[in-house]
């Protein structure tokens, strides 16, 4: 009986219940797509804020981050499964002149298992592991190293600008030279960051830029930076 049941149910294209969303998944999409940017753990910020607690949360709400959108922050959208497929599938269809610099997932299945996963990894108390950034993400992603930690090569003393160069000296005594459009002049307030005093070079890959240099504050710019070419009369 049973059999003919299901034959009856494809006969008349009945649908069948659908695969149910696995945050197994979920976890390893987010693993490649979103945790470059975004934190599991409370109160830890990067480039987007952190989804610890997301789930019945407003949108542009979390008053750690400080980077929302005006259209974020005025948007009347509390976070559930109804409100993040329409978000992860298009945000700025959903939300239209946010910030967020993602252009969404067409997948119906894929958005499902992130959904799934962000409903587990998101309630108080969880406490998920956070898959490896994508392949080619270095430096700032899930695993931020902590700075204070550097090694004397990577700790940076003087630096100094001539013609399109510039050069660090490091701790250890060595030198590194950069093109001024492949070194980046970056800050980290957090508890990961350089001491004060103590910026660091960090590598960001073969393409594009090819290091950071980190200070503790921006008022230290000015004074590792120093204009003039060792050799000039």
């Not at 599991?40 to 400080?66: C, Y």
């Not at 993602?102 to 959904?115: C, K, L, P, Q």
Request: aromatic share 8%; charged share 20%.
């Amino acid at each position: 009986m049973r059999w003919k049941l299901v034959s009856i149910f494809l006969l008349l294209g009945v649908a069948q219940p659908a695969t149910a969303a696995d945050p197994n998944r979920g976890q390893q999409i987010f693993g490649q797509a979103c945790v470059a940017c975004h934190s599991l753990e409370p109160g830890k910020n990067m480039t987007g804020p952190s989804l610890s607690g997301l789930w019945g949360r407003k949108a542009g709400s979390l008053q750690s981050f400080m980077r929302y959108s005006p259209a974020l922050k005025a948007a009347d959208v509390e976070w559930s499964e109804e409100t993040l497929n329409p978000w992860l599938a298009d945000p700025q269809a959903f939300i239209p002149g946010n910030h967020m610099i993602f252009s969404g997932i067409a997948e119906d299945d894929i958005r499902a298992d992130v959904i799934a996963f962000l409903k587990e990894a998101s309630e108080p108390g969880s406490q998920p592991a956070q898959s490896a950034p994508m392949q080619g993400m270095t430096g700032m992603g899930a695993d931020v190293p902590n700075l204070q930690e550097s090694s004397p090569g990577s700790q940076v003393k003087e630096i100094g600008y001539c013609g399109d160069t510039y050069t660090l000296t490091l701790a250890d005594g060595e030198t590194v030279q950069y093109w001024e459009r492949n070194l980046r002049f970056k800050t980290d307030a957090s508890e990961d960051g350089p001491l004060e005093g103590s910026p660091v070079v960090v590598g960001a890959g073969m393409v594009g830029d090819r290091a950071s240099v980190i200070f503790a504050g921006p008022e230290e710019f000015g004074q590792f930076i120093k204009r003039g070419c060792p050799n000039a009369n």
